[in-house]
């Protein structure tokens, strides 16, 4: 690799020697930019800035603009010149950004026709001579390239690259001293930007596409005898980029000299990569006696959208020499030529026209407001240059700060109890963002906590239990878990969605609103499972009896399901509160489906016409489970408004019909622990020991008994039992039934290939017996129901596949039809009653019998006879033949590879009858084998062949 690099340089020398005048030198640095112009198209603003050295390389920069560049779209279109962008811009589009470099633009649209992947180039005839790192010494032979790649995803929705908005003009640097540089790049989808170094790249002279790592080029640090100590002088030189803020760090150079570098910014969208630009760029390096001046900057800044980011800046320089301090950021409202990347109102930063003696300082201001904004943190760059004189270059400092516009807390949250739940009310929220909403949070009980503002998100403890449109105020909670005589806690934020709706971002959380739940009128304390029936089911309903005097009446409601909310008024009881306690709080719902459904129910007091109280609604106990090896796995849930948490639960097994045995008592903690396997065994032997082996012949029933609690006397002094109802289940067996052993006919080659010829379809008659053990003896299950076979073409590669099965009753023979040879390997399972599958059989396998006989004599002289060489018997399974004739001096005269029979004529390729004599064949046979390796090697059959006329 290394010679062909350096033929490659060679090569790249020689064509730059024979056009010297198109290869001056004047390209300091460039990247692409592309901006999404269209919503129904897939058509892209892409835009190449060059910086360009006007003092050593005019002519060159001058014969670029005039010529204009070529633009490579990467997706198969034609290349596309384009001239100099001057629309709005000073001195015919070359505009001086100082540091005798000068800025040129080339502006161009294109549509690509469907999403993908493309990656966008330029390259530039014209890289600037003398660079360090392009160690071969022939920087200005390899022609500036940059690109960028836009990953078009309708998925991900809209996107454009990030801009950069620090020119690359702080290239000079000098010797033992840190160099920093910042793109300051801005992305105004709010895209999450990481940075990584690069080595450059070029392309051919002449083109835009296909570019390719500058074969003799090394970072700046790696070249031999210039990487000596860090400016502190506590380590080894570095030259790195922050993969976070884009700080490329260079501490510290050693040798004075022109570098290259290069570093790519990585666009990421949801956890998806959607794009990548790439800045190349030059650094100088000189001896100096300048030291650099130094910057001071706040930590991240955290406003809420509204209020206004103020702070100062402030910059020293240790030589004494007067400073300016710049500043670049999406924040700012951009030049004419540019597009604004936030809505009004932007930052401002104020300082003074001129250099300012040492310390300098600047102020920045920035009012926010609700369309500012985003998930991630603004970037603002500050940027400070010395002026020391016309001998010495000038030095820069340079730092970012993130500035964090967090979405306000909604403001004024009140809670009021209502009914069995609460009624929130808010303050209109100001940000009205499109999908925007407001998150209502609950904790049980009150607490003091005191928002981050750069830390926006839900309160912690607390859980969500609604969402609304930011343009409510207003939130009723009665969710069914709400206790009474409980203190709950609200708080709530405001929601908004990311780039594209993909990910969601959060204000920080409001004040607190903290009320007790009052107690009830009344509280349902069981809803047992009387009866199982699909049509006679029964479930008694209780509560308890509310205070007062007077007449009421009792109106029971039933919704089915453990959720249900589809409620029916199924019974009514009129009773008198004044009158001595009776079975009043009692009801025995009839003729349900208790088999099927759990039924939940809710319980209305009336006082004449008006509702006085509603309960908070219970539903049945349900249990479910499933056939285990050998076991029965039970588990089971009820909605209920007291707990069933911390207590203990009993199970029962039916010994016979009406009769139930507790065979265990279960401690639970929370609704996770709701289960219980049954293996058999009685674990509670004070009602008789009723232990046994759970048979996968049987069925066994069950119900359980759940115990719970309102934690509070005042409700329900006591405990609370429920039943629920009664499920039926078999275990299962997973004995693996026995093995079959397989035998499969085999060919006797010998006599095959010398019977008649035989065309496909061909077929394998398999057969098999019962073994009476696993693998290693292992027991095994001898009633099978089912035999299932497995197939695969090639013996050394590929998986078996299903092929067919036999039973009612299963027959242990099989067929397998259709088969364009022979060849293939087959396994048979077993499969009991339960569906369980036993491990494969031996494996047998059958190869085909191949066979290509040629013969030593033809007499092609059209008499019907011998005219033609061609196989003696019929060849068996032959997939491709290539058949070369050769002369007595070894000169082809022959060839074919299209026909198995070859039926050669004695003729040349040409068509030419070849002279009676003796000639030498050789024969490259293919045939259909068992493994796939040896129908990859032919065989090789060489001999003679004599023609006779």
């Known amino acids: 690799m290394r010679t062909l690099y350096r033929l490659f340089g060679l090569l790249v020398f020689t064509i730059c020697g024979l056009t010297s005048t198109a290869w001056a030198t004047h390209v300091r640095a460039g990247e692409i930019t592309s901006r999404r112009i269209s919503s129904t198209s897939l058509t892209y603003e892409l835009t190449l800035t060059i910086y360009c050295d006007y003092q050593a390389g005019k002519p060159a920069t001058d014969g670029t603009a005039a010529g204009g560049v070529r633009f490579c779209f990467g997706d198969g279109t034609p290349i596309q010149n384009t001239p100099l962008f001057t629309q709005g811009l000073p001195n015919g589009g070359l505009v001086d950004v100082g540091n005798s470099t000068v800025r040129l633009i080339f502006r161009t649209t294109h549509t690509f026709s469907a999403p993908g992947t493309y990656t966008v180039s330029v390259g530039i005839d014209n890289r600037n001579k003398g660079t360090l790192n392009i160690t071969n010494g022939n920087s200005d032979n390899y022609p500036f390239f940059v690109e960028s790649t836009l990953a078009i995803n309708s998925f991900l929705g809209l996107n454009s690259t990030p801009v950069m908005l620090n020119p690359p003009v702080d290239f000079e640097a000098c010797a033992g001293q840190r160099y920093i540089h910042n793109p300051s790049a801005f992305d105004a989808d709010g895209d999450s930007l990481a940075y990584r170094l690069t080595q450059n790249k070029s392309t051919l002279v002449g083109e835009s596409c296909n570019g390719f790592v500058i074969p003799s080029i090394v970072y700046p640090n790696d070249i031999p005898n210039c990487n000596d100590r860090n400016e502190a002088n506590t380590g080894a030189a570095g030259y790195t980029i922050n993969a976070t803020t884009g700080d490329l760090i260079w501490d510290a150079p050693t040798c004075p000299g022109q570098y290259n570098a290069a570093f790519i910014i990585e666009e990421w969208r949801n956890g998806v990569k959607i794009g990548e630009i790439t800045r190349d ?23 809420e959208a509204g209020s206004t980011a103020t702070f100062n800046v402030r910059a020293t320089d240790p030589d004494g020499n007067r400073l300016t301090i710049t500043s670049t950021g999406g924040v700012y409202q951009q030049t004419p030529l540019g597009v604004n990347l936030i809505q009004p109102a932007f930052g401002t930063f104020t300082t003074p026209t001129q250099p300012q003696a040492s310390p300098a300082t600047g102020t920045f201001s920035w009012q926010t407001n609700c369309t ?25 400092d340079s730092k970012t700060v993130k500035i964090r516009v967090v979405a306000p807390a909604p ?10 739940g609460y009624v929130l009310n808010w303050d209109a929220y100001p940000c009205q963002i499109t999908g925007a909403q407001i998150v209502i949070y609950r904790r049980q009980g009150c607490t003091n906590l005191t928002p981050d503002i750069c830390k926006p998100g839900p309160p912690p403890g607390y859980v969500e239990v609604g969402r609304v449109p930011a343009t409510q105020t207003t939130y009723t909670d009665n969710s069914s878990g709400l206790r009474p005589n409980t203190e709950y806690s609200y708080r709530i934020v405001a929601s908004f969605p990311g780039p594209n709706n993909l990910t969601q971002f959060t204000s920080t959380f409001s004040n607190q609103a903290c009320q007790r739940l009052p107690n009830q009128a009344l509280y349902i304390t069981n809803v047992t499972v009387d009866e199982t029936s699909t049509t006679q089911g029964q479930i008694t309903v209780k509560w308890t009896r509310p205070e007062g005097t007077g007449a009421r009446q009792y109106r029971i409601f039933r919704a089915t399901g453990l959720n249900g909310t589809a409620y029916t008024q199924v019974g009514t009881i009129n009773t008198n509160l004044s009158a001595p306690r009776t079975n009043d709080t009692i009801y025995v719902d009839r003729g349900l489906n208790t088999e099927a459904n759990a039924y939940r129910y809710r319980v209305d007091v009336f006082n004449g016409t008006t509702r006085q109280d509603s309960s908070q609604a219970a539903s049945s106990v349900r249990l479910s489970g499933s056939g285990q090896s050998r076991a029965i796995q039970l588990s089971w849930q009820a909605n209920v408004p007291w707990s069933n948490d911390n207590q203990t639960h009993r199970i029962y097994r039916q010994v016979r019909p009406g009769v139930y045995n507790l065979i265990q008592q279960v401690a639970v903690q929370g609704p996770g622990t709701y289960t219980y396997t049954d293996n ?24 359980v008994e759940t115990v719970g609690t309102y934690n509070d006397p005042t409700i329900h002094g006591g405990l609370l039992y429920n039943f629920s109802q009664r499920l039926c289940l078999t275990p299962t067996d997973t004995t693996r039934p026995c093995p079959p052993v397989l035998s499969l006919d085999q060919l006797d080659c010998a006599t095959y290939v010398q019977g008649i010829c035989e065309e496909g379809p061909y077929s394998n008659k398999l057969s098999w017996t019962d073994a009476t053990t696993g693998p290693n003896g292992a027991a095994c299950d001898p009633n099978i129901v089912q035999y299932n076979i497995y197939y695969k073409r090639y013996g050394d590669t590929g998986d078996f596949e299903k092929i067919g099965e036999t039973k009612s009753p299963p027959s242990r023979n099989f067929t397998h039809d259709n088969l364009g040879s022979y060849a293939g390997c087959y396994y048979v399972t077993s499969v009991n009653r339960f569906g369980t599958e036993s491990v494969p059989s031996n494996t047998v396998c059958k190869d085909n019998c191949t066979d290509y006989s ?35 001096w070894g000169v082809k005269v022959f060839e074919r590879n299209d026909n198995v029979l070859i039926q050669w004529d004695g003729r040349t390729d040409s068509g030419k009858e070849l002279a009676a004599g003796t000639y030498y064949y050789e024969a490259q046979v293919t045939y259909e084998r068992l493994n796939r390796a040896d129908e990859n090697r032919p065989a090789i059959l060489k001999s003679w062949v004599q023609i006779i006329r």
């Open 281 to 303: 760029m030059q650094i100088i390096v000189r001896d100096c006696q300048n030291k650099r001046p130094t910057l001071e900057v706040p930590d991240e800044i955290c406003v």
């Open 854 to 888: 040629l013969p030593n004599v033809i007499t092609p002289n059209s008499d019907g006879k011998n005219d033609t060489f061609e196989p003696i018997r019929c060849p068996r399974f032959v997939k491709n033949v290539r058949f070369r004739v050769y002369n007595r």
């Open 372 to 396: 500012q904004v985003r998930q991630l943190p603004y970037e603002v760059l500050f940027k400070v240059r010395d002026h020391p004189g016309s001998v010495q270059p000038y030095l820069t």
């Open 411 to 420: 403001k004024n949250l009140r809670s009021e109890p209502s009914g069995t």
């Open 680 to 703: 058999g065994r009685d674990n509670v032997t004070s009602d008789g020991d009723v232990s046994t082996t759970l048979s996968a012949d049987s069925t066994y029933c069950y119900r």
